[in-house]
């Protein structure tokens, strides 16, 4: 028997909107189909390795187009990437469409990702098993995993599992990566005539899966309001002691829409932008440099604290440790062969590479305090990257400010006191319970999926729109993840995945914050959010983020 808290209880009653047409109810549902599309980059070589589900048109449902064919329908779901809040809903607008449309459909959750359906491995949904996951966090009602759909093999032991429990279609909830995923399977499946469908989900709290048609992926709104959240509760303490700065790093790896957003809603003294670092080619001087700037003034005036935001990804962005890197990766991909370089000690292992670096990257390597050089040579993630998480980017900026202090108050310049504390946020919020916005959106996006299932659609991802408006103004339809994709070097060969959205430097949400952060750097703006709202004035609980809310507003006036 699991055990509840109050708030758990309370959140399982709750009773999320869906979007629009949707609200009338699965036998409701019309379809209108858009132009076709192409991609967004690389379009004939898209079109070649697709050429089976390339070039669909945008869905759009309503009440006046063709009404959808009710027949008989099993599903399968998986879970796969990292958690975000709201998966769990839309797992549960997936089952009440399928089980509302036909009392006799299934739905099969896969275990643990997508392993679960290479191995067969599977729960069977009922009404109580759904009912006890509705409107919490987590993952937990099946379980993630990060095994990618991708290989032959993987995609015939597929088609075994959905054949051996009679699989009509496959609902994948993931981000850029998995969706990418989804598309392949969705190619292969069609191009073998299977009549199996594949439908995707837009999940990602980095909010970097976003385009024309995804105005935000889902668990974006949660995270950032819990990030927010606890740095606000940060930002009190500091004004409070009046003692302390405080360095947080924050989750997102390829994109900073989240140390944005919590920016915005919590105005701390200083926030990196890893896209303005790229695109300015700021050295890694220059941003310590601004950072000690800043807090020389705030010491100036009597203020020996503050809070500075640092993104999960900036080492990356930063021009020199990027090229470093590279040439890092290139040098490890052979010494990690090496036996004798593997049981080397640390010390001997940056002498190797040092050695080994163009002397460009070495200089940069070997300024590099140990710890963050040892983070540098732990095992890279799937795609052969480093794993920025682990990298204390925090730690490596608070030692090299420490140390240009300690010359500026050699020099007499700088009489202050610099207590430092270090952060990092990044699994406090993707398991959080979503928000009102997030459970009425991932509710919606389940139910949507089983819309297009039953329109016949394949190699398409869920898509509710007009989010800044009331849930029944919210528009329904799918859009074709083809036309998401381009090509990208990954483990040194070209292939398709979703473009990724950074943080646009000229776009609505960034330039709120160049307008403000100078004002923020010196004077004490915290803006303390509190709690996640469920209940209360809808400007608190059903609002959706600041970032969203300034890009609708942007395309409004475009318009």
Known sequence: MRDFSPLHKERLNYKPKLA??????????????????????????????????????????????????????????????????GGHNVIAGLYDALKQSNPANKLYGFLGGPSGIIEGKYIEFDDKYID???????????????????????????????????????????????????????????????????IGCPKTIDGDLKNSQIEI???????????????GNIERDANSAKKYWHFIKLMGRSATHVGLEVALQTQPNITLISEEVEAKKQSLKSIVDYITDVVVKRSNAGKNFGVALIPEGLIEFIPEMKTMISNLNDILAVLEKDSAFVNASNEDKY??????LDSANASVFN??????????????????????SKIETEKLLIEMVKTNLKKLKA????????????????????????????????YSLGYNAFALILGGFTGYLSCIKNLTEPANKWMAGGVPLTMMMNMEKRHGKMKPVIQKALV??????????????????????YVYPGAIQYFGPSEVC????????????KAALTC
């Not at 967004?40 to 589900?53: C, G, M, N, Q």
Request: net charge negative; charged share 25%.
């Open 351 to 356: 002498r190797t590479i040092e050695q080994k």
């Open 411 to 442: 020099e007499g310049k700088y009489n202050g006191k610099f207590s430092e504390q270090a952060h990092f946020f990044g699994y406090e919020g993707r398991c959080a319970a979503p928000s009102n916005f997030d459970a009425d959106y991932c």
């Open 367 to 388: 300024s590099l305090p140990d710890l963050i050089k040892a983070q540098l040579l732990m095992d890279r993630d799937p795609h052969g990257n480093v794993q920025v």
């Open 542 to 553: 059903d609002v959706t983020t600041i970032t969203l809310q300034l890009e609708q507003k």
């Open 20 to 85: 629009g047409i949707l609200s009338k109810g699965i036998n409701s549902v019309k379809v209108s189909l858009g132009e076709n599309t192409t991609a967004v980059k690389d379009k004939e070589e898209i079109k070649e390795l697709f050429r089976d589900v390339y070039g669909q048109p945008i869905v759009s449902f309503n009440d006046n187009g063709e009404t959808l064919n009710q027949t008989k329908k099993n599903v399968g779901v998986i879970l796969s990437g990292g958690q975000a809040p």
């Open 504 to 525: 646009e430097l000229d776009g609505p949400v960034f330039k709120e914050f160049e307008a403000n952060r100078e004002k923020w750097a010196l004077n004490d703006c």
């Open 217 to 231: 992926s889902f668990g974006f709104d949660t995270a950032t309001k819990t990030y927010s959240e606890l740095v």
């Open 132 to 198: 006890s996951y509705r409107n919490t966090g987590g993952f937990d009602i099946i379980g993630s995993g990060r095994t990618k759909l991708e290989t032959e093999e993987q995609f015939e032991q597929t088609l075994k599992t959905c054949k051996s429990l009679d699989i009509d279609a496959v609902v994948i909830i993931g981000g850029d990566d998995s969706n990418t995923n989804a598309c392949m399977l969705a190619q292969w499946l069609k191009a073998k005539n299977t009549g199996i469908q594949v």
